[in-house]
């Protein structure tokens, strides 16, 4: 069976400081792999998607950046963390196109 | 791409029916209508969705009108663990994958 990870699972991060967010899928080969963030109180919003290794699409400019150096790894990644930044980072991966999607547990990021 | 509204709350009588409703009055002919929930602090869980014929699975039902601008997800006898926020969403079609547009959701609460 099919199974996605993230971490971690919190993270406190002063702001101005870097940010390195990993997903990881098993099961299954060249996945659809997604990137999600949910403010608080707020639905999801998506910020990145991939179909497969080093082809990344962003749906929302900001100072966030995606990468895929391997076939089931999808990395988030900031230079530099705002405040705005603060939410719940949600990665996703889906078996092709127009199917649903399944969820990460979520990383839960604070910035101060 | 189609938007989708739903009521911001509703209560349900645990062992009753809970029928949550969704306007998208915008949807496109191949567009799906998906169903997700998210219990709170995880992630978002695949439900069920469908195009124009009604759809059943082991969690849920989705009605759909015969001019697809709205849909009810139907939980036929809802738990108190059925308790979370319900998305509905209008399938939207990038270029690539499937890239789903999630609003605020309905928050359901499923009473003792």
């Known amino acids: 069976s099919q199974t996605i990870h993230q971490w971690p699972a919190t993270l406190v991060q002063p702001v101005g400081s870097p940010l390195s967010l990993e997903c990881t899928v098993e099961?299954?080969?060249?996945?659809?792999l997604y990137w999600y963030r949910q403010a608080a109180g707020r639905g999801l919003q998506l910020l990145f998607y991939?179909?497969?290794?080093?082809?990344i699409s962003s749906e929302v400019p900001q100072n966030l950046s995606a990468s895929r150096p391997q076939d089931r790894q999808f990395i988030l990644s900031s230079k530099k963390l705002l405040l705005s930044d603060s939410g719940f980072y949600l990665c996703?991966?889906?078996?092709?196109?127009?199917?649903?999607?399944?969820f990460g547990p979520g990383t839960r990021l604070t910035v101060l | 791409d189609a938007k989708t509204t739903q009521p911001p709350s509703m209560d349900c009588a645990e062992g009753r029916a809970a029928n949550l409703p969704c306007n998208h009055s915008?949807?496109?002919?191949?567009?799906?209508v998906y169903w997700y929930r998210q219990i709170h602090s995880q992630g978002p869980q695949y439900i069920i969705h469908?195009?124009?014929n009604n759809e059943t699975n082991e969690m849920a039902s989705l009605i759909i009108t015969e001019d697809r601008k709205s849909s009810t997800l139907i939980l036929p006898h809802a738990t108190l663990r059925d308790t979370a926020v319900y998305y509905c969403i209008a399938q939207t079609l990038g270029n690539y994958g499937q890239n789903f547009v999630f609003g605020p959701g309905t928050r359901l609460s499923v009473l003792p």
């Open positions: 991939s179909v497969g290794i080093g082809q």
């Open positions: 996703a991966w889906s078996p092709r196109a127009y199917n649903e999607q399944f």
């Open positions: 915008t949807i496109s002919g191949n567009e799906y």
């Open positions: 469908g195009l124009k």
């Open positions: 099961g299954t080969s060249n996945p659809n």
